[in-house]
């Protein structure tokens, strides 16, 4: 609690100290009582002399006395004791069944969920102190003593939060059983119960001090307004507030304040407290609320070879040719977070510029200031920013005007009319309950007085200069009506809507596939060469760079380390880090694949027959096949390359193999056994043959667990070492990985991408495996760590031979891992065969789509390649 409290700043500091305050001093009462109160709760008098009744407040009587002569500021003191017992029991009743009920609801589905989802919603339709009132009456009968009448209040209490703690559980349930780390569990057998507690509890249970917190202002009342009516604990037996203000009725109409004052101070005051605290954890324990931290830089700067304590020195090479006034430039920009842990430098004292008509790509990988530099001159940091430096408009008129600094006020007649941005992802970029006209036509009327009617026809004509299909029709689309291709030409659309100066393009195809994104890089080109507009492209991918770019600036750690035309920078890189950097991205056409010679009596480890998958659609809809008579077979130690864009199929096949999925038809065989149909105790005795390396390192580990639990997971469910056992076997797979052993015992939040999806692929081979799933397994990670993580993982499947199916969408790596290649479209396998063949003489139109679409890092290579591929892409949205 102290470290929580340290921190917060301001109001939110002021909020929680005084809600810990406030309930400690009740807690103190509560506990203390009997030596705190001079007098018993029902006493009306001492030592054989009675009480004055209804005496006002004085040295004798701190709170005065009540109708029946009890001291008043004793019967608040006991009555805080009443309060406490009764709500510490029924958040712990309501704890003990509402929660085991919302995991088993969340986790099994189906009629059980139904079935309790329907009786708890009942429940909680009835207003909460009636329920109440109704438990009381059954539990008591309308009569009980000290004992029975608290244990009665706290079950009537508790009736009415278990349907709260049961759909906060429930809830947040069904969010965490999609997680990888829950399906990594079931990959490798870990039991039911195993995977209830250790992975989906330990991640839910963060919320119930929030509930519990607030759950006991709530139940402060309900117990006040039991007796209040008449319902609750009997007077001889425990003090309680609401009985006492019940009684209190008849005083105030006689001016006699005190028997009603005091009682109702104590319950607003308790109630103020807890529900200060309750919100102070609530905003506390969300990370979204946090700020953000720089725990992790040290691990990256590891894991890319990079020395993080070394200074870095830029190196700008000479301009080559004539160079225009600029439209942005910065200086010296500098931004700082505020974090738990200190300042963090985001951004150190960069500058450059871009001129009109010029692309300018700002690379560097995650955590190297890229975004940061973007949003810090649009000024959409959040409050925990610091921003220093300098980022000067030259607008159309020549008009020069400071960014930094400025208010919002002003920043808003900036944003989308001289300087737009594209962000990264298109579906979280675009509002879901407006249709795309409406949302281009608000940008447009924000920043010129024209009707709605003429809003309306310009945002047809964006439309249709973006390319998108049938644009006076598709005005009137919601976002989930198009695909991620022509969501990101909407979003292009209102960047370029008010004609700006400078677009600030935040890796704006990463989202996209790789036909989808060849057909955006050429409309931002278009745009580029029609409206003269200057472009800020932000990415990671140097393909991307080379396609587009007129110059570079390469930023590491906060800082630009170095600066140059896109020719020279790629041809001779001059900084140790941009060469690290262009070393390390994969180049379709050199591969290092090699083509698998197999013996002609080779029996293949994993046979996939005729596999099909649907899923059933909505209400009225039909059902849509995923996986469409799907066949081939993987060998003893090959790579099967398995390609293909989003939707097409590829992890639905995956997730078949491992029993992740149950298709609809087809047969999955591993070394000639079945093993599709089966349910999850059948599957168990397979289980150690299969490995599964998931796509995000961050999610496919369990955050509560340590890097040594997260390892020994399959072992554990194996069953057959012990845990001295478990654990030398977790160092020798550390070490394998090439992570030291003492990593053992951190949490996974506390190494970086490529740290963590070596932990991943440890897991995976913990138990051996004949065939290992890797699905999408350094999409996730930046260029450098993805190099060395697939140098690992091409040494291991050499060494272990394991038959393997790497999915991906990236060619190049497929061209770098590869022995063979199935490239599916739509569900079904268009095209297989040698990594040579599929590759380098594809026979099916899709297929040399990808490959044409694919990006390389070589200006003169993709400048021939654009030409050469004409207009196979054409028509792609």
Same mark, same amino acid.
């Given at each position: 609690?102290?470290?929580?409290?340290?921190?917060?700043?301001?109001?939110?500091?002021?909020?929680?100290?005084?809600?810990?305050?406030?309930?400690?001093?009740?807690?103190?009462?509560?506990?203390?009582?009997?030596?705190?109160?001079?007098?018993?709760?029902?006493?009306?008098?001492?030592?054989?002399?009675?009480?004055?009744?209804?005496?006002?407040?004085?040295?004798?009587?701190?709170?005065?006395?009540?109708?029946?002569?009890?001291?008043?500021?004793?019967?608040?003191?006991?009555?805080?004791?009443?309060?406490?017992?009764?709500?510490?029991?029924?958040?712990?009743?309501?704890?003990?069944?509402?929660?085991?009920?919302?995991?088993?609801?969340?986790?099994?589905?189906?009629?059980?969920?139904?079935?309790?989802?329907?009786?708890?919603?009942?429940?909680?339709?009835?207003?909460?102190?009636?329920?109440?009132?109704?438990?009381?009456?059954?539990?008591?009968?309308?009569?009980?003593?000290?004992?029975?009448?608290?244990?009665?209040?706290?079950?009537?209490?508790?009736?009415?939060?278990?349907?709260?703690?049961?759909?906060?559980?429930?809830?947040?349930?069904? +969010?965490?059983?999609?997680?990888?780390?829950?399906?990594?569990?079931?990959?490798?057998?870990?039991?039911?119960?195993?995977?209830?507690?250790?992975?989906?509890?330990?991640?839910?249970?963060?919320?119930?001090?929030?509930?519990?917190?607030?759950?006991?202002? %709530?139940?402060?009342?309900?117990?006040?307004?039991?007796?209040?009516?008449?319902?609750?604990?009997?007077?001889?037996?425990?003090?309680?507030?609401?009985?006492?203000?019940?009684?209190?009725?008849?005083?105030?109409?006689?001016?006699?304040?005190?028997?009603?004052?005091?009682?109702?101070?104590?319950?607003?005051?308790?109630?103020?407290?807890?529900?200060?605290?309750?919100?102070?954890? &609530?905003?506390?324990?969300?990370?979204?609320?946090?700020?953000?931290?720089?725990?992790?830089?040290?691990?990256?700067?590891?894991?890319?070879?990079?020395?993080?304590?070394?200074?870095?020195?830029?190196?700008?090479?000479?301009?080559?040719?004539?160079?225009?006034?600029?439209?942005?430039?910065?200086?010296?920009?500098?931004?700082?977070?505020?974090?738990?842990?200190?300042?963090?430098?985001?951004?150190?004292?960069?500058?450059?510029?871009?001129?009109?008509?010029?692309?300018?790509?700002?690379?560097?990988?995650?955590?190297?200031?890229?975004?940061?530099?973007?949003?810090?001159?649009?000024?959409?940091?959040?409050?925990?920013?610091?921003?220093?430096?300098?980022?000067?408009?030259?607008?159309?008129?020549? %008009?020069?005007?400071?960014?930094?600094?400025?208010?919002?006020?002003?920043?808003?007649?900036?944003?989308?009319?001289?300087?737009?941005?594209?962000?990264?992802?298109?579906?979280?970029?675009?509002?879901?309950?407006?249709?795309?006209?409406?949302?281009?036509?608000?940008?447009?009327?924000?920043?010129?007085?024209? +009707?709605?009617?003429?809003?309306?026809?310009?945002?047809?004509?964006?439309?249709?200069?973006?390319?998108?299909?049938?644009?006076?029709?598709?005005?009137?689309?919601?976002?989930?009506?198009?695909?991620?291709?022509?969501?990101?030409?909407?979003? @292009?659309?209102?960047?370029?809507?008010?004609?700006?100066?400078?677009?600030?393009?935040?890796?704006?195809?990463?989202?996209?596939?790789?036909?989808?994104?060849?057909?955006?890089?050429?409309?931002?080109?278009?745009?580029?060469?029609?409206?003269?507009?200057? @472009?800020?492209?932000?990415?990671?991918?140097?393909?991307?760079?080379?396609?587009?770019?007129?110059?570079?600036?390469?930023?590491?750690?906060?800082?630009?380390?170095?600066?140059?035309?896109?020719?020279?920078?790629?041809?001779?890189?001059?900084?140790?880090?941009?060469?690290?950097?262009?070393?390390?991205?994969?180049?379709?056409?050199?591969?290092?694949?090699?083509?698998?010679?197999?013996?002609?009596?080779?029996?293949?480890?994993?046979?996939?027959?005729?596999?099909?998958?649907?899923?059933?659609?909505?209400?009225?809809?039909?059902?849509?096949?995923?996986?469409?008579?799907?066949?081939?077979?993987?060998?003893?130690?090959?790579?099967?390359?398995?390609?293909?864009?989003?939707?097409?199929?590829?992890?639905?096949?995956?997730?078949?193999?491992?029993?992740?999925?149950?298709?609809?038809?087809?047969?999955?065989?591993?070394?000639?056994?079945?093993?599709?149909?089966?349910?999850?105790?059948?599957?168990?005795?397979?289980?150690?043959?299969?490995?599964?390396?998931?796509?995000?390192?961050?999610?496919?580990?369990?955050?509560?667990?340590?890097?040594?639990?997260?390892?020994?997971?399959?072992?554990?469910?194996?069953?057959?070492?012990?845990?001295?056992?478990?654990?030398?076997?977790?160092?020798?797979?550390?070490?394998?990985?090439?992570?030291?052993?003492?990593?053992?015992?951190?949490?996974?939040?506390?190494?970086?991408?490529?740290?963590?999806?070596?932990?991943?692929?440890?897991?995976?081979?913990?138990?051996?495996?004949?065939?290992?799933?890797?699905?999408?397994?350094?999409?996730?990670?930046?260029?450098?760590?993805?190099?060395?993580?697939?140098?690992?993982?091409?040494?291991?499947?050499?060494?272990?031979?394991?038959?393997?199916?790497?999915?991906?969408?990236?060619?190049?790596?497929?061209?770098?891992?590869? &022995?063979?290649?199935?490239?599916?479209?739509?569900?079904?396998?268009?095209?297989?065969?040698?990594?040579?063949?599929?590759?380098?003489?594809?026979?099916?139109?899709?297929?040399?789509?990808?490959?044409?679409?694919?990006?390389?890092?070589?200006?003169?290579?993709?400048?021939?390649?654009?030409?050469?591929?004409?207009?196979?892409?054409?028509?792609?949205?």
């Amino acid at each position: 609690m102290l470290s929580l409290i340290r921190s917060t700043r301001g109001i939110q500091r002021g909020m929680i100290l005084t809600g810990v305050a406030i309930t400690i001093g009740f807690i103190i009462l509560a506990v203390f009582a009997p030596l705190i109160a001079p007098y018993g709760f029902n006493d009306a008098g001492a030592n054989g002399v009675s009480f004055p009744i209804q005496a006002a407040p004085s040295s004798a009587h701190w709170f005065g006395t009540s109708v029946g002569g009890e001291d008043v500021f004793s019967r608040v003191v006991f009555g805080a004791r009443t309060a406490l017992e009764v709500i510490v029991l029924a958040v712990i009743f309501s704890i003990i069944i509402g929660v085991p009920l919302g995991l088993m609801s969340g986790y099994v589905g189906g009629k059980v969920d139904r079935v309790l989802v329907l009786i708890t919603d009942a429940m909680y339709s009835f207003p909460s102190l009636l329920l109440a009132i109704i438990v009381a009456v059954v539990v008591s009968g309308g009569q009980s003593g000290v004992v029975g009448g608290i244990l009665a209040a706290a079950v009537s209490i508790t009736v009415v939060f278990i349907p709260q703690y049961f759909r906060v559980v429930r809830n947040a349930t069904l +969010s965490v059983k999609v997680e990888p780390y829950v399906d990594a569990s079931r990959v490798v057998g870990t039991p039911v119960p195993r995977i209830l507690v250790k992975h989906i509890f330990a991640n839910v249970r963060q919320t119930l001090p929030i509930i519990g917190t607030l759950n006991a202002s %709530e139940a402060i009342l309900t117990l006040a307004g039991l007796g209040f009516l008449g319902f609750g604990i009997q007077p001889s037996a425990a003090a309680e507030w609401g009985y006492d203000l019940n009684k209190a009725l008849s005083d105030a109409t006689n001016g006699i304040w005190w028997t009603g004052v005091f009682p109702g101070m104590a319950i607003v005051l308790i109630v103020l407290g807890i529900t200060l605290v309750g919100e102070s954890l &609530n905003d506390l324990l969300d990370p979204r609320l946090r700020g953000r931290s720089g725990d992790t830089t040290e691990a990256d700067a590891q894991e890319i070879a990079i020395d993080a304590t070394q200074e870095v020195s830029a190196v700008v090479h000479p301009d080559r040719g004539e160079r225009r006034v600029a439209t942005l430039s910065l200086s010296d920009l500098t931004v700082t977070f505020r974090t738990e842990s200190g300042p963090v430098l985001a951004v150190d004292g960069i500058s450059f510029d871009v001129a009109p008509g010029e692309v300018v790509a700002v690379v560097g990988e995650s955590g190297s200031g890229k975004s940061v530099t973007a949003r810090a001159v649009l000024g959409l940091l959040p409050p925990t920013a610091e921003v220093d430096g300098s980022a000067t408009l030259r607008t159309g008129t020549g %008009e020069a005007r400071q960014l930094i600094g400025e208010s919002n006020r002003t920043l808003s007649s900036v944003r989308g009319d001289e300087v737009s941005m594209i962000f990264q992802e298109p579906s979280t970029a675009l509002n879901p309950v407006y249709t795309v006209g409406w949302q281009l036509a608000e940008g447009i009327r924000a920043h010129q007085r024209v +009707s709605r009617r003429h809003a309306r026809a310009r945002a047809v004509e964006l439309l249709d200069l973006v390319g998108l299909p049938d644009p006076s029709r598709r005005v009137d689309y919601y976002p989930h009506q198009l695909s991620g291709g022509q969501k990101q030409r909407v979003v @292009i659309a209102m960047a370029i809507a008010c004609e700006p100066d400078v677009i600030i393009a935040d890796e704006p195809t990463t989202a996209l596939d790789v036909t989808v994104q060849a057909a955006v890089l050429e409309l931002l080109l278009d745009l580029r060469d029609r409206l003269g507009t200057a @472009i800020v492209l932000i990415t990671h991918n140097m393909g991307v760079v080379a396609d587009m770019a007129d110059r570079v600036v390469v930023m590491y750690r906060g800082q630009i380390v170095e600066e140059a035309p896109v020719g020279p920078l790629f041809a001779h890189p001059e900084h140790p880090y941009t060469q690290r950097l262009l070393d390390a991205v994969p180049h379709l056409g050199k591969g290092t694949g090699a083509d698998l010679s197999l013996a002609p009596e080779a029996e293949p480890v994993l046979e996939i027959e005729d596999l099909v998958v649907e899923f059933s659609g909505g209400f009225g809809q039909p059902s849509f096949r995923a996986v469409d008579d799907v066949s081939f077979t993987v060998h003893r130690g090959e790579v099967l390359g398995l390609v293909g864009e989003s939707g097409s199929g590829k992890s639905t096949v995956g997730r078949c193999v491992v029993g992740l999925q149950r298709p609809t038809s087809g047969m999955v065989r591993l070394a000639g056994e079945q093993v599709s149909g089966r349910s999850d105790r059948q599957l168990k005795p397979l289980r150690s043959r299969f490995g599964f390396v998931f796509q995000d390192p961050a999610a496919s580990l369990n955050p509560q667990m340590t890097i040594a639990d997260c390892i020994a997971e399959p072992l554990r469910a194996e069953g057959r070492l012990d845990a001295a056992d478990q654990q030398i076997r977790v160092r020798d797979l550390l070490e394998r990985v090439e992570l030291p052993s003492s990593y053992a015992e951190r949490f996974p939040h506390e190494l970086s991408g490529g740290q963590r999806q070596r932990v991943s692929l440890a897991r995976s081979l913990a138990l051996r495996p004949e065939v290992l799933i890797a699905d999408e397994p350094t999409s996730a990670l930046d260029v450098s760590v993805q190099a060395k993580v697939l140098d690992l993982f091409s040494e291991l499947q050499h060494e272990l031979q394991f038959a393997c199916i790497f999915i991906s969408h990236d060619l190049a790596v497929v061209d770098m891992l590869a &022995n063979r290649v199935a490239v599916m479209q739509r569900g079904r396998v268009v095209e297989i065969g040698s990594r040579a063949q599929v590759l380098g003489d594809p026979q099916q139109e899709y297929t040399r789509q990808l490959i044409a679409a694919v990006p390389v890092p070589d200006p003169d290579e993709q400048r021939r390649r654009r030409a050469e591929r004409g207009d196979l892409l054409t028509g792609i949205s």
